[in-house]
């Protein structure tokens, strides 16, 4: 959305052709080449009891590019991408083939980490894995001024919760107070894990976030099924398999991690904007808040608030986690014109001051509604991190949308 791969009169590299996954089962480590998708590494890594450690809760995008961006999702302890990536082969500018990695070439690996594609051509990366678990779902529901203390005595230091988001109410009885946190809890499970299924609840999924763009009832249906049911909804593993058969619903790592959201593809006459903010735990409700006085004044049609946790990121040049922080991934909805679009630049414009007002930051990869002021606020660093890319690509080869807007 932010244009970092595309620019005027320029061309794109297609790397999808570029896809071959190598596998070291015994170090848990895969080298695979930047065009592979997620759901590619899954399909193998599952049968070989194997786990993607760090990734976005998408799996139909490319590893070069989820590097480029270093991505994250709903695997709290790792954070970011980054994190699990153990060396790269980047292509320059000049054609040159650089080894990369924290004791090789180490500027450049910190600057392709995140580097939205600047720096030179990701071709392959080694990536380290985990194993494949199973796990028991809980919903807890609280307020959500008792969210980072609830998550700092029941999940930060316990190594039994494998993945862990939140939700935050979107209902008009309880608008961005009440929160529902799911807790992946690792399983005593006998035999083997069953391999990776097709979602069966597309249709249902698309017809509760289509009708929660209408109106009121709409967000209260979404809300009551996301507290009642939530990641449920997934095809669960067999009781029988379970020692302790009390639990309603066991998923493997790999199952809850699959997921190509082909429910959002629809022919409606609208857009849904993504955005993400990134605050300091201690500073949630003051965010929560802020948030639920933009979107209101504003008038924008906030659909779904998730919260993810992301260790402070020590790897990247360009860091959104310069602390421990809550990330919260916003989805919008606007219809497909200039008022709209309007709205959401507003919006957009205000929530980056909330969060850099409270020592946040927010994602790079969308759209570009900020100023390179609040981009400076945010990320000191950015021009250091220009200055870096004119070094390493003197001419110019590499470029995009978001570079020529702030970096030249």
Sequence with gaps: MGGQAFSKDGLVLDMRDFNAITLDRNRKLMCVQA???????????????????AMQSINVFTIGGSISVNAHGIAHRPG?????????????????????????????????????????????????????EV???????????????????????????????????????????????????????????PPLQPSTHDRLD???????????????????????FGPKLHTCLSRNQATVQKEACLVSRNEEMSDSMAYLRNRLNDTDILQEYFVPR??????????????????????????????????????YAKQDMFAFVLYFNQ???????????????????????????????????????????AYPEIDTFFAAKRRFDPDGLFTSKFFEKYGS
């Design 80 to 132: 970011p991408v980054a994190s699990t990536v153990q060396s790269m082969r980047i292509m320059l500018a000049n054609g040159e083939i650089k080894n990369a990695s924290t004791t090789e070439n180490p500027d450049l690996f910190r600057l392709a980490l995140g580097g939205y594609g600047l720096f030179g051509v990701i071709l392959d990366a080694d990536i380290q894995l985990v194993d494949n």
């Design 35 to 53: 065009g592979a998708t997620w759901a590619q590494v899954q399909q193998l890594i599952d049968s070989e009891g194997l786990s993607v450690q």
């Design 282 to 319: 201690d500073r949630m409700p003051e965010f929560v808040d802020g948030l639920r006085s933009i979107v209101t004044r504003d008038a924008s049609n906030l659909l779904n608030v998730t919260i993810r946790s992301v260790q402070k990121d020590t790897r990247t040049a360009l860091p």
């Design 206 to 228: 698309r017809f509760v976030i289509n009708f929660s763009k209408t109106g009121r009832l709409g967000r209260w249906l979404r809300w009551a099924l996301e507290k009642d």
């Design 135 to 193: 796990y028991s779902i809980e919903t807890h529901e609280l307020d959500y001024r008792d969210f980072p203390s609830y998550y700092r005595t029941h999940i930060a230091d316990d190594d039994s919760v494998g993945l862990m988001y939140g939700r935050i109410s979107v209902s008009p009885t309880s608008y961005l107070r009440e929160t529902a946190i799911h807790i992946y809890r690792k399983a005593d499970f006998s035999g083997p894990i």
């Design 335 to 377: 219809k497909l014109n200039a008022e709209q679009s309007e709205v959401l630049r507003k919006t957009t414009v205000d929530l980056v001051d909330l969060a850099t007002g409270l020592n946040g930051t927010y994602y790079l990869p969308y759209q570009l509604y900020y100023s390179p002021q609040q981009l400076r606020r």
